[in-house]
Every structure is written in C-alpha cells, then in structure tokens.
C-alpha cells in the first residue's frame, strides 16, 4: 500500500471508462486492471461506466469484479446487452451491428467525436458520479479514453466537487492518428481535447510515441503506462500447447486495416513458394480472429490462399487466449505510416504474455513497436518480402522455433504497469508537497 505522509493510506478511487468488463474490448482489459490490482493493495475501487449494447460488442469478458463496486448508467432507450452473452456469427445481432459499423466507418470517422452517439451517456453519467461522490470523499477521478465523453464527464465531477481527475490517452485525436477524420473535425477536436484536460491533474498515454506527441501539444507533461498483459492468463490454459502435426501454425487475433495494417506481404511470401515447386498448403497454416472483414477475405482470395488461410471472426476472450496459446507463430501487424508512431494495440501485449515468438511486419524496424518486441526478445519485426520468405522457410525446416524471452517481458505485466502508475499519480496528485 502507498505510503503517504509517512503513514499507509487506503485510497478511494473513481475509474470513469466506457470499455469495462464484460464488453469485450482491448479498452477494458485496462480499465479493469486498474481497479482489479489497485483493489488487490487494499484500495476501494469504484467504476462509472455507460451501460452496454449490441451496437457496443460482445459481452463474454469474464474478470474478477469481487470488491469492485461497478455502476451501469442507461442512457440509450434500447435493451441492454445481458453479460455472459456470447454472438459470434454474422447474422446474430452483434455481427450486423459490426457489419453496418464497418461499412459506415468512414463517415463516422470523419466526424469524430462530434458524430458520436455516446456523448448521449453525458449528462447521465455526470448525475450518477454526482450521487457516488456525494456519499463519500474521493481522493482522484482518472478517466481513460476515447470515447471523450469519458474526460467530459470527468472534468465536470472534478469542477464540481474539487476532487483531482487525471486524463488517460489510449489513443490521440490527431488527423494523422485517426482514420478517416475530416480535417474541420481534427481541427476542432485539438482544441475541444485541450479544453478538456487543461485542469487535469496527470495526463497519461500507452506508448512513448503518443507521450511525445501529446506533450508537444499541451506543453506538459505526460506519464507513461503501457497496456501490458494479464500474468494469470499464461497459466489458465495449460493444455494449449503448440499443434504436433508437422504444419507451421500463425494466429492474428484483432482488426484489419488494408493498406495501413494488413497481412499482404504474408500472403506474398506464401504464394511465392508455388514458384519455388514448393506447396504451403499442406505445411502452413495462417488462422486470423476477429471481425469478418470483407477486405480481408479479397484478399485472400486474390492470392488464391483459400487452402492455407481461415477466417474465423469473432471469438470468446477465452478462446481467441488459446488460439494464440496453441501458435507456434504469433503474426503481429505494425502500422505502415510513420505518423501512427506509438500506437501499440494492446493485442501485442497479449502476445508478450503468451510466450510465443512473434511475428511482427512492418515498413520499420526502428518503430516502437520493433523496438518493444526486440527488447523483451520476444520475436523479429521483418520489412521485406524476401526477410519474410527466408524466415517461414527458416521455420518450417528447422525443429527448433525462436526462443523467447522471459524475464524482459514481465515488466509489461498488468500487474506492474498498475503499481507504477498508482505510485507516480499518489506522488504528482497527493503529496503533500503538491
């Protein structure tokens, strides 16, 4: 427990989020570690977040929540989704919601936050917050986004009760940053953002890459938690080994972005031992997990790799760990654009818990990402299709896959992260001294 003013103090914490288990999000796998670790030192751990929909994603993120007091606001005059609830077709009713977002993503891109129906969730969640605050005294607010209703809620509360809130960057509002944004809505959201967080306490970011940025444009400091994985997830699955069927076995797991984050130069290389008199289809095998995305199936397609390629969409949390848990290659997908430097999905991390090599593609290997997955020795970042053929090749000729780091990685624990960014936010915000 933190040491405050030389005696051990039991802090009251708000954690304001829209991704929040059981939504089934990379988003809420940080909310909750934040309230499950700081639970774990003895802290009272309290969580606003808006109540879920179909439109919103699957519910079937089982966590802990023990000790955890969570409140569900309703601000949308539709049904709730019921947690525990998987739908993992096309046709169920998260699929089509999932499909009409995918086909509308450009246009509600490019209205960013001003064409987002969670703002809706504002005025419902400032009223809970109020209640919450009101029974007991609070010693901060921290609110990660997006979505920005999140800071909006959180920067009211804070004004009107005095109670500190830090701001949590899990990605920029920047036009280089975001897909799709209109140049008027990335204009606006600079300054909204800057309105936003000018009476933080703390601002905190996922990578040093948006650290740097943001810093640059507030003219402040920014503090750095990494996403990190869940220890315990490395042991729950204990018969998820690697297949022993002679194949060379790949597994993606989340989003495709063609040509920014796509699997293209993978394919290349597997089509071009055809050339070679060499047939991959009975040696390789490149599953992928996560939404359905047309793109992605032309692709395969246009590379004739229907034999070797399997799309299974989405998953259960628990079964998407055991696809990566049985890879003997985990496929890793770095941004193409050098403005999207920092942004480090919180599926890489994931892979860092597994324990197994990872792939990663990519136009650099200086990124960030390049950078984390060499230091944890955790697997190769490749910029070449002849890198990426020599090293397939590599694999399915060898007995031995890479050997993977243990000791480097544990510092992106969940675990961790939660301890360093609770120790430095007590010091900033709490002190004395401040």
């Known amino acids: 427990m933190k040491e405050i003013a030389g005696q051990s103090k039991r802090l009251r914490i708000l954690i304001v989020a829209h991704a929040f288990p059981p939504l089934n999000a990379i988003g809420s796998h940080r909310s909750y570690s934040w309230a499950r670790f700081w639970r774990d030192e003895g802290h009272e751990i309290h969580v606003l977040t808006p109540s879920k ?22 601000y949308l005059p539709m049904p709730a989704s019921h947690p525990g609830t998987v739908h993992t077709g096309t046709h169920s009713a998260v699929g089509r919601w999932d499909w009409l977002k995918t086909i509308t993503r450009r246009a509600r891109f490019s209205l ?38 999140v800071f909006f809620v959180a920067r009211t509360l804070s004004r009107r009760t005095g109670v500190p809130w830090v701001a949590d960057f899990r990605d920029l509002w920047f036009r280089d940053m975001r897909l799709y944004q209109s140049r008027l809505a990335s204009w606006l959201s600079g300054p909204v953002n800057s309105w936003l967080v000018k009476c933080a306490a703390a601002l905190v970011t996922v990578s040093r890459g948006l650290r740097d940025r943001l810093s640059e444009h507030m003219g402040r400091d920014v503090l750095i938690s990494y996403n990190g994985f869940f220890e315990a997830d490395r042991y729950a699955l204990p018969h998820s080994q690697p297949r022993s069927d002679g194949k060379l076995h790949i597994v993606y797991t989340g989003r495709i972005y063609p040509g920014k984050r796509d699997p293209e130069p993978l394919f290349r290389a597997i089509r071009s031992f055809r050339t070679k008199g060499f047939d991959p289809k009975s040696r390789i095998v490149v599953d992928f997990y996560g939404f359905d995305d047309p793109g992605l199936r032309g692709l395969v397609r246009t590379y004739e790799l229907e034999t070797s390629v399997s799309l299974h969409g989405f998953v259960p949390y628990t079964q998407s760990m055991a696809a990566q848990h049985k890879a003997d290659v985990l496929l890793f997908l770095d941004w193409t654009e050098v403005q999207a430097e920092g942004v480090l999905t919180g599926k890489l991390f994931e892979y860092l818990g597994t324990g197994r090599p990872i792939l990663s593609l990519g136009r650099r290997k200086d990124s960030e990402a390049a950078r984390l997955i060499a230091e944890a020795g955790c697997g190769v970042t490749l910029t070449t299709d002849e890198e990426i053929e020599k090293f397939l090749l590599h694999l399915l000729s060898s007995d031995r896959l890479p050997s993977v780091g243990s000791a480097a990685r544990d510092q992106f624990s969940r675990k961790w992260q939660a301890r360093l960014l609770l120790e430095t936010l007590t010091e900033r915000i709490l002190s004395p001294s401040n």
């Open 112 to 149: 960013a936050m001003f064409g987002d129906p969670r703002l809706l969730a504002y005025r419902p969640l400032v009223r809970k917050g109020m209640d919450i605050i009101r029974e007991a005294q609070f010693d901060f607010i921290i609110a990660t986004s997006p979505p920005e209703v």
């Open 53 to 74: 929909h179909d439109l919103d994603g699957m519910m079937d993120l089982e966590r802990d929540l023990r000790g955890i007091r969570v409140y569900e606001v309703p």
